[in-house]
């Protein structure tokens, strides 16, 4: 045989891109020809040589196209296979649902009785009070709703309606009320099954072989133990929501820390406990739902098996055992020192679900009028026969499974809005995402504070320390004067009884310690202040407001303010659950405050021309609903400015209207140089902005947005505001961006006037 040295090779480029059947076999030819030009020449379609190279042109063809494609598969916008992008979907964090379920808001009526006492109002002790769960049906019995939330006739909000069902025959007096109520309900059946579970297994896995299951109600095992659903395996804190009945209030208008009532319900309070018994859930390829317990077991006093973790000895070093550091300070990487929640064992789970959904369960409006299914709450009036229902619009969003293409948009949502709060936008949506159950936010105006809007320095810090250590100085001297006049009364055995004077002697003496030791802590602190120089504090303000059961904006800065006479700020109930909720979503360095927004009330007055022969009253009538859809609420927003022009030219397209002479805005009087000045009933403001006198009446220290009650407003109004002044160039504009302020017009019927000529 002829050897081969690099001299008999020639120079040949290998071309890495071809892949397919065609350019591999020329390759391979052309390879041939360049390193083996002696050796083989015979290229011949029909030659054996020919047919080896044509086998491995096909094998790296096939080659070519599994590579090919298994990188696609890695890739979220190429994927196909739904396996694929379900994993990649649980890679980012979300979650494939396996069917959407139709949603509907189903009104409720119940007839309740009259107060004996003022028969034009509704006596509530007479309504009930259903749990969530109560299922209506229609004409197909396959579809049944659910409601979400729990059904209470006691509560009124501003979509819930009343009317009057019996009167008196003789008096004419009402003496019945048919109230009506909404609530959420979803397309889905309540199922439950047990699972008896035996020795402890790391990541216990139950598979519920129901398809289109739409969440998961409870998992309780057989001690009465709640598990808990939560996203990821290693969050240990869950949300609790507490209903009013559960928790001891009267109802859902009292403030359980004051006992008082709000001015608007909070049904729910929300909570978070930290607890090792959750479970995560996920939907398979094949439209089934698995839960998925953590890796560890609780000690009960015997041995814990090797091999699981022992939740309540979790980063506690045994004495003579070393210490891993760089393991024990990190909870979620799920070695020997942290946990990722308990597995269950010897017990036996019982599982409630919903099953449900589906494109079918878009019923149209008025199809579901049949309760097969309701419990009282507690030992409210009524049962659910008492009770009717309907659908006034179709359910919608239901659909079945997520599409390929659906999944691959819905990840990439999610992975873009990385469930945190950052910018401004962030915080809004969260807050406004808050169910209403917990409270029924209208309106919300974030604004973060620049640094240095809240400084502190150090010249300022130590006046403040020097004020408080002389006057606990003068305290100390005035305690000690007492207990020197008492000691000496009791000496010379005044009229004050000697038990009593030296007890109270006693008792000064004993706790005068801690008033002096202030002393020290005074030099301790402006030491600190000292060395730290100027600090300055930046914090996120979220200004909000809410909605009453008329749908009118709650929401005043003034309330708990001293001297405030009336209350109607935001239940600090409801400040609370958003304070609790964001906490779980803010970054770590932001201070968030949760503030009431201010409102400023108004009222319309029109002057226009009619066409000669339109019907001036109706005319009338049709410009007052014109301005008052204008100005519904839904469409306010804060610091959204009023364009007269724009509302001149809403006029103009009223039916019957020739020319609009003008429109004034204004909280008193029309004071438009060609009006007559004509004035509202009532002034439509209770409070004023000042800028130099608090409620106190002290002055503010040059702090902005002091407060001070107004003479000649209306009660139950908002602020006053100079609109006169404020306009300019057609539009009014709000109060400066620091204090967030959103126009009410609250009561169009009396506070619309206008002029027909």
């Known amino acids: 045989m002829p050897s081969y040295g690099k001299e008999n090779f020639k120079e040949s480029n290998v071309n890495y891109i071809n892949k397919d059947f065609a350019t591999l076999k020329t390759s391979l030819m052309n390879f041939a020809k360049s390193y083996f030009p002696n050796s083989y020449r015979d290229f011949n379609e029909s030659s054996p040589g020919m047919m080896l190279l044509e086998m491995n042109a096909y094998v790296g063809d096939v080659l070519s196209f599994y590579i090919d494609q298994q990188y696609r598969e890695m890739l979220l916008p190429l994927s196909e296979e739904r396996r694929n992008i379900m994993n990649m979907a649980k890679m980012f964090g979300y979650k494939v649902k396996p069917i959407v379920p139709a949603y509907v808001d189903l009104q409720f009526s119940f007839e309740a009785g009259a107060m004996s006492d003022d028969s034009s109002k509704v006596d509530y002790n007479t309504c009930a009070t259903f749990d969530k769960g109560v299922r209506v049906r229609g004409l197909d019995e396959d579809i049944i709703f659910e409601t979400l939330d729990v059904l209470d006739f006691k509560i009124t909000s501003s979509v819930d309606t009343s009317e009057v069902s019996k009167t008196d025959e003789e008096t004419g007096l009402a003496t019945g009320y048919m109230l009506h109520r909404n609530v959420k309900s979803v397309s889905a059946v309540e199922k439950s099954k047990t699972f008896k579970i035996g020795s402890p297994e790391k990541f216990k896995k139950i598979v519920l072989k129901d398809t289109n299951v739409v969440d998961i109600i409870s998992c309780v095992d057989s001690n009465g133990n709640n598990w808990y659903e939560v996203d990821y395996l290693a969050q240990d804190k869950v949300p609790i929501s507490t209903h009013y009945t559960e928790e001891g209030r009267t109802s859902a208008y009292q403030n359980l820390s004051t006992g008082e009532n709000e001015n608007l319900p909070v049904p729910y309070s929300l909570s978070y406990i930290k607890t090792s018994k959750r479970f995560t859930r996920e939907t398979n390829v094949d439209n089934t739902t698995s839960l998925i317990f953590g890796n560890g077991i609780l000690k009960d006093g015997n041995l814990v098996d090797d091999g699981?973790?022992?939740?309540?000895?979790?980063?506690?070093?045994?004495?003579?055992?070393?210490?891993?550091?760089?393991?024990?300070?990190?909870?979620?990487?799920?070695?020997?020192?942290?946990?990722?929640?308990?597995?269950?064992?010897?017990?036996?789970?019982?599982?409630?679900?919903?099953?449900?959904?589906?494109?079918?369960?878009?019923?149209?409006?008025?199809?579901?009028?049949?309760?097969?299914?309701?419990?009282?709450?507690?030992?409210?009036?009524?049962?659910?026969?008492?009770?009717?229902?309907?659908?006034?619009?179709?359910?919608?969003?239901?659909?079945?499974?997520?599409?390929?293409?659906?999944?691959?948009?819905?990840?990439?949502?999610?992975?873009?809005?990385?469930?945190?709060?950052?910018?401004?936008?962030?915080?809004?949506?969260?807050?406004?995402?808050?169910?209403?159950?917990?409270?029924?936010?209208?309106?919300?105006?974030?604004?973060?504070?620049?640094?240095?809007?809240?400084?502190?320095?150090?010249?300022?810090?130590?006046?403040?320390?020097?004020?408080?250590?002389?006057?606990?100085?003068?305290?100390?001297?005035?305690?000690?004067?007492?207990?020197?006049?008492?000691?000496?009364?009791?000496?010379?055995?005044?009229?004050?009884?000697?038990?009593?004077?030296?007890?109270?002697?006693?008792?000064?003496?004993?706790?005068?310690?801690?008033?002096?030791?202030?002393?020290?802590?005074?030099s301790d602190l402006d030491q600190q202040a000292q060395m730290a120089g100027s600090f300055e504090l930046s914090a996120i303000n979220i200004y909000i407001l809410a909605y009453d059961n008329n749908k009118n904006l709650v929401g005043n800065p003034i309330a708990g303010y001293a001297n405030a006479d009336i209350e109607d700020g935001v239940p600090p109930s409801l400040m609370q659950n958003i304070k609790k909720y964001l906490a779980n979503y803010k970054i770590l360095t932001d201070t968030v405050q949760i503030l009431n927004g201010y409102i400023v009330n108004f009222g319309v007055f029109f002057d226009v021309v009619a066409e000669k022969y339109a019907d001036k009253q109706q005319v009338k009538l049709n410009c007052i609903r014109k301005i008052e859809n204008y100005f519904r609420i839904e469409k306010m927003q804060f610091n959204q400015p009023i364009f007269i022009s724009q509302l001149e030219f809403e006029l103009m397209d009223v039916e019957g209207v020739r020319s609009v002479n003008h429109v004034t805005v204004s909280q008193h009087k029309d004071y438009h140089p060609n009006s007559n000045g004509e004035e509202l009933n009532s002034k439509t403001w209770l409070y004023s902005y000042s800028d130099t006198v608090d409620v106190d009446g002290n002055p503010d220290n040059g702090l902005s947005g002091g407060f001070e009650a107004s003479e000649g407003g209306t009660l139950g109004y908002g602020y006053k505001y100079d609109f006169e002044n404020a306009l300019e160039g057609g539009v009014i504009r709000p109060p400066l961006p620091s204090s967030p302020t959103v126009f009410e017009l609250k009561n169009p019927r009396a506070n619309i006037k206008g002029r027909v000529r």
Not at 394 to 403: I, V, Y
Not at 416 to 428: A, G, H, L, P, S
């Open 308 to 522: 699981y973790i022992d939740l309540e000895q979790v980063g506690i070093v045994v004495p003579g055992q070393t210490n891993d550091l760089s393991q024990a300070i990190d909870p979620l990487l799920g070695d020997e020192y942290s946990t990722l929640g308990e597995t269950p064992s010897n017990t036996t789970l019982t599982i409630t679900y919903r099953v449900g959904g589906g494109i079918n369960a878009n019923v149209p409006g008025g199809e579901l009028s049949s309760i097969i299914l309701g419990t009282t709450i507690g030992t409210s009036g009524g049962d659910i026969s008492q009770v009717t229902v309907t659908n006034p619009f179709p359910a919608r969003g239901g659909k079945n499974q997520e599409s390929i293409d659906e999944i691959r948009e819905q990840t990439k949502a999610f992975f873009t809005t990385q469930n945190r709060c950052v910018t401004k936008e962030d915080y809004e949506a969260r807050v406004l995402n808050i169910p209403s159950k917990f409270g029924n936010i209208a309106k919300v105006y974030v604004a973060r504070n620049e640094a240095g809007d809240i400084q502190y320095n150090y010249d300022d810090f130590k006046n403040t320390l020097q004020f408080i250590k002389t006057n606990n100085q003068n305290f100390i001297n005035f305690i000690e004067g007492i207990s020197a006049d008492l000691a000496e009364y009791s000496n010379n055995q005044t009229p004050v009884p000697y038990a009593t004077a030296q007890g109270f002697s006693t008792l000064i003496n004993g706790n005068l310690p801690l008033l002096t030791s202030f002393n020290d802590l005074y």
